[in-house]
């Protein structure tokens, strides 16, 4: 998951950018969906990468309009079915 924090001014230029040029995802990171804050003050992504180079090329492209913070995530089922087997390695 990664959060984009951005002042609400930056908002409009940040959409003017998308529209224009895309996400600008390179090779090996997809997007997969977003959340944006009520607020315009920040965002939710989603992506996907093998290779962590490709999402700090993004960053790097997109860090003049934002911050930004990287919280890996799992899916919850998978997380489910960890906990299930390490739970019957418990008895």
């Known amino acids: 998951m ?3 924090r951005f002042s609400p001014d930056r908002a409009k230029e940040i959409y ?3 529209r224009r040029g895309g996400r ?3 090779e090996g990171l997809r997007y997969v969906d977003s959340w944006v804050q009520a607020d315009l ?3 939710f992504q989603l992506m996907e990468c093998d290779d962590v180079g490709s ?3 993004w960053i790097a492209t997109w860090g003049d309009l934002a911050d930004f913070e990287v919280v890996p995530v ?3 089922r998978l997380t489910s079915d960890l906990m299930a087997r390490l739970d019957s390695d418990q008895l």
Do not use: D
């Open 2 to 4: 990664v959060v984009e």
């Open 16 to 18: 003017r950018r998308v």
């Open 24 to 26: 600008s995802l390179p």
């Open 41 to 43: 003050r920040g965002c």
């Open 55 to 57: 999402l700090q090329e």
């Open 74 to 76: 799992a899916p919850s």
